[in-house]
């Protein structure tokens, strides 16, 4: 979220990304123009009377990084990542604000400087066990697999568990140490039934060459979870949020548990100035989309996106809302959007396979659901349609794969089923040039796929 057009540091914006005085104690402030256009009243007198702790005469890192915990908390990106900045400068040492502050910087976009705002961490603390298995995720985004590995194990002997003994097994198999993986990962199914590591076990097994393994696994397997673990310096970040951001979260709940009118009763309540806030349009649309208004919940995703064009969840919605009105292009330029934002985001590839797909794209599908595969996508139509372009263009052999993965994930998914007995025929009878097989005759025209 831009932060410079709500609330501000003194300095936060300036190009050189400097927000401390020469001389004295920074200057933190939240400048009266600015601090008007706050309508939260409790949110705004929270902030202010952190700001002013801050910049009192005599103020020390933890006062900045209060303040910090508060912009963090209420969705201010900038202005958080700036001040956790001041405070690491007041104080060097200090272990909190350096790793909240490398959070924050790969919340931002910033994966090197937060790899080296951790590794600062480290040197002034290193008995924290959350920070190495961030570390190690950050190393693992950024090619460096050893490097994680080294990360993950400081992290297990700190007692971080399952997450960090996954992060190692995923750092082994990126440097093809599949033995050793599977090693590891054998006692750790055992242990957290997770589905992540379900999926990695099968990964393993596949990438050793037992199909059969790799298949029993999988079928234990789901969409990827986070795998929990332990991080209270987060938790206590969290602990600032305050007004808005509070009442938003109670939306959330209201629309995870299906009672879309009293969320929609409470959205009404934010009042003129909030309204006109991204995160708030966001979830008017997502319970207009519940309530199958999905009109009115484009024009409110469309308002979001005005308002923070780099808010990917509101393209995904948007791109969702114009699949269902058939409008595919629209529906690809909005996931194509999501993919620049989050290239690593495996539900936008695996969407975009299917619009490509009804697009008259299958080579553009195949390559979306590709990469949603090695992303860890257990959607067994994903599979499915992979194999049925392959075997569109008679490469039976890598079909027959896909969709027997399809068979395993959905053992009652009869297409899948028909497109091995379609492809075990072709392999032993091709068909002569003018005839076209089932597999093929199965890619869609126009209607849906999913």
Same mark, same amino acid.
């Given at each position: 979220m831009a932060m410079c057009a709500t609330v501000t540091l003194v300095g936060a914006c300036q190009p050189d990304g400097q927000s401390e005085s020469t001389h004295g104690s920074p200057q933190i402030t939240l400048p009266s123009s600015v601090v008007s256009r706050i309508s939260d009243e409790g949110l705004r007198d929270y902030l202010v009377a952190l700001a002013n702790a801050a910049s009192a005469q005599g103020s020390d890192e933890d006062d900045i990084g209060h303040l910090a915990m508060a912009y963090d908390a209420n969705g201010f990106d900038l202005a958080a990542e700036a001040t956790y900045r001041v405070a690491t400068k007041?104080?060097?040492?200090?272990?909190?604000?350096?790793? &909240?502050?490398?959070?924050?910087?790969?919340?931002?976009?910033?994966?090197?400087? =937060?790899?080296?705002?951790?590794?600062?961490?480290?040197?002034?603390?290193?008995?924290?066990?959350?920070v190495y298995v961030r570390l190690g995720n950050w190393l693992l985004d950024s090619g460096e697999p050893s490097a994680a590995r080294v990360a993950f194990k400081r992290a297990v002997d700190l007692g971080a568990g399952p997450a960090a003994e996954l992060g190692i097994a995923l750092a082994l198999l990126k440097?093809?140490?599949?033995?050793?993986?599977?090693?590891? &990962?054998?006692?750790?199914?055992?242990? %957290?039934?997770?589905?992540?590591?379900?999926?990695?076990?099968?990964?393993?097994?596949?990438?050793?060459?037992?199909? %059969?393994?790799?298949?029993?696994?999988?079928?234990?397997?789901?969409? =990827?979870k986070s795998m929990w673990?332990?991080?209270?310096?987060?938790?206590?970040?969290?602990?600032?949020?305050?007004?808005?951001?509070?009442?938003?979260h109670d939306v959330e709940l209201m629309l995870g548990s299906g009672l879309v009118d009293e969320a929609l009763a409470a959205l009404h309540n934010f009042d003129a100035e909030e309204r006109a806030d991204f995160n708030v349009q966001y979830h008017f649309a997502l319970a207009y989309f519940q309530n199958q208004m999905f009109d009115v919940g484009r024009e409110h995703l469309l308002k979001a996106i005005e308002l923070e064009p780099v808010h990917y969840p509101s393209h995904l919605l948007l791109a969702s809302i114009y699949q269902r009105h058939e409008n595919n292009l629209k529906a690809a330029e909005h996931l194509e959007h999501v993919i620049d934002i989050y290239p690593k985001l495996q539900i936008a590839h695996q969407e975009l396979g299917f619009v490509r797909l009804r697009n008259g794209n299958p080579k553009g599908a195949l390559?979306?659901?590709?990469?949603?595969?090695?992303?860890?996508?257990?959607?067994?139509?994903?599979?499915?349609?992979?194999?049925?372009?392959?075997?569109?263009?008679?490469?039976?052999?890598?079909?027959?794969?896909?969709?027997? %993965?399809?068979?395993?994930?959905?053992?009652?998914?009869?297409?899948?089923?028909?497109?091995?007995?379609?492809? &075990?025929?072709?392999?032993?009878?091709?068909?002569?040039?003018?005839?076209?097989?089932?597999?093929?005759?199965?890619?869609?025209?126009?209607?849906?796929?999913?």
């Open positions: 007041r104080n060097p040492a200090v272990f909190k604000w350096l790793y &909240l502050l490398a959070l924050r910087q790969q919340k931002n976009g910033d994966l090197s400087g =937060a790899i080296e705002s951790a590794n600062r961490a480290i040197e002034t603390d290193g008995t924290y066990p959350a440097t093809e140490n599949h033995a050793e993986a599977l090693n590891l &990962l054998t006692p750790v199914v055992t242990k %957290t039934n997770h589905p992540f590591a379900f999926r990695l076990l099968s990964d393993t097994w596949r990438a050793i060459g037992d199909e %059969t393994k790799s298949r029993e696994y999988l079928q234990f397997a789901s969409q =990827a673990f332990d991080d209270p310096l987060l938790a206590e970040m969290r602990t600032h949020a305050r007004g808005k951001n509070k009442r938003i390559e979306s659901f590709e990469t949603a595969i090695n992303l860890d996508s257990t959607a067994p139509n994903v599979h499915y349609y992979a194999g049925v372009i392959l075997g569109a263009e008679g490469r039976c052999d890598r079909a027959l794969s896909y969709f027997e %993965t399809a068979l395993t994930l959905d053992k009652n998914h009869e297409k899948a089923r028909m497109g091995i007995s379609e492809c &075990l025929r072709a392999k032993s009878a091709p068909p002569t040039s003018n005839q076209q097989s089932s597999v093929e005759s199965e890619l869609p025209k126009d209607g849906s796929v999913d």
